[in-house]
């Protein structure tokens, strides 16, 4: 998306509410390897509506990241997500790309909520082969200061921002590598984090709506603080499958189960609006990447909701796991927390 160094080796570095995640990766004997992996935890109040609050702690856990997993690489392509960033599909009188480059803060002003001056304006064009009367121009817009916050924490920690993406495109980006996807198979990505869930139906690959909702795995661990009288961290681990005082699984599943279905009907209401915008598409399939995609249950409901093929996404099938045993942990752990920062450092390569 915005500023590019197309082919320079980067670091995929997705820094989300719950944690930030490092990733590098190497091409050997043919083969996507690799060679760094890192997961720094973050306190709740550093990340906040996806606008980093404290840039002081999230630069250090950057630095510790890098230091301990011994990544040297300073160039960092990164994601941002929520409210400050629109996605949008639009029609223009059919012109070259270089027309549009010049026109396209024009035709963003009349579909973007934002002064044109306060964001930052990319676009693809959708269906460059078509010779009808109307072009399909896919139209993103991120405000300036969310970009600024995310570069500015990166410079902070001695980092060189060479590509600020959004979550979403990242997620599509690391499904298409690991996936090859055919180009009339739809399906729709899921990315179920701790604070937001990034939705992206993607047909081929071309993104066909896109939108990100706030909810996500904090509202599970808040529940069970509130109806068990927890604290938030015994919450959390009651969710993460500790056993927390004499808190039984019967307790706790029922408590899941509610906060899923308010999930399952989020993703309804956007598949709802997808199929009244989009004529005839059709979603053959869900995959769900986020930390939050191990909630037991959560798939399952999933599958018997929309009666269809419901997977984990798994952004390590055509990458070759790393070496190091510690790293490796982390990722057999919960490979689909990992997805966006996968997308992200495939963004080294532009021959894939
Ligand atoms: N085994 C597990 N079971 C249930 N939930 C889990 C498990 N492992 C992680 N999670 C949850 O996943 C969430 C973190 O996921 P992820 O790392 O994708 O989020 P994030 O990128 O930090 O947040 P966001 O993108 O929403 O700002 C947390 O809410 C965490 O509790
Ligand atoms: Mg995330």
Avoid: W
């Avoid at 899923?260 to 993703?267: C, D």
């Amino acid at each position: 998306m915005f500023g590019l160094g197309a082919g320079k080796s980067v670091v995929g570095l997705d820094i989300g509410s719950s944690s930030i995640k490092a990733i590098e990766l190497k091409r050997s004997k043919g083969e996507i390897v690799v060679s760094h992996l890192g997961v720094e935890p973050l306190a709740s109040d550093i990340v906040v509506d996806s606008m980093i609050v404290d840039s002081g702690s999230v630069s250090s856990a950057i630095s510790k990241i890098f230091a301990a997993h011994g990544i040297k690489t300073k160039s960092v392509a990164t994601s941002v997500s929520g409210h400050s960033v629109i996605v949008k599909k639009i029609g223009v009188q059919p012109m070259s790309e270089a027309e549009l480059a010049e026109s396209i803060n024009t035709e963003a002003a009349q579909h973007i909520p934002f002064d044109i001056a306060d964001v930052n304006v990319d676009f693809e064009i959708l269906n460059p082969d078509d010779t009808g009367p109307q072009m399909d121009v896919l139209l993103v817009a991120v405000k300036k200061d969310k970009i600024l916050n995310y570069t500015n924490v990166l410079s902070l920690s001695g980092k060189a921002p060479a590509i600020v993406d959004i979550d979403a495109f990242a997620l599509q980006n690391c499904y298409e590598y690991n996936y090859s996807p055919s180009h009339d198979t739809t399906v729709a990505l899921l990315n179920l984090g701790a604070s937001v869930m990034n939705i992206n139906i993607v047909k081929g690959t071309t993104p066909l709506f896109t939108r990100d909702v706030s909810v996500g795995g904090n509202q599970y661990t808040d529940s069970l603080q509130k109806e068990l009288d927890l604290s938030f961290d015994d919450a959390e681990s009651l969710k993460l499958g500790k056993r927390v005082g004499t808190v039984s699984e019967d307790a706790k599943q029922p408590i899941l189960q509610q906060v899923t279905e308010i999930i399952v009907l989020e993703i309804q209401k956007t598949f709802d609006f997808f199929r009244a915008t989009a004529s005839g598409e059709h979603i053959e399939r869900i995959y769900i990447a986020g930390g939050s995609s191990k909630v037991p249950g959560l798939v399952d409901a999933l599958r018997q909701e929309f009666s269809m093929p419901v997977e984990v996404l798994n952004p390590f099938q055509r990458i070759m796991p790393p070496a190091d045993s510690l790293e490796n942990d982390i990722l057999d752990q919960n490979p689909g927390q990992l997805a966006v920062a996968v997308g992200l450092a495939l963004r080294s390569f532009d021959d894939l």
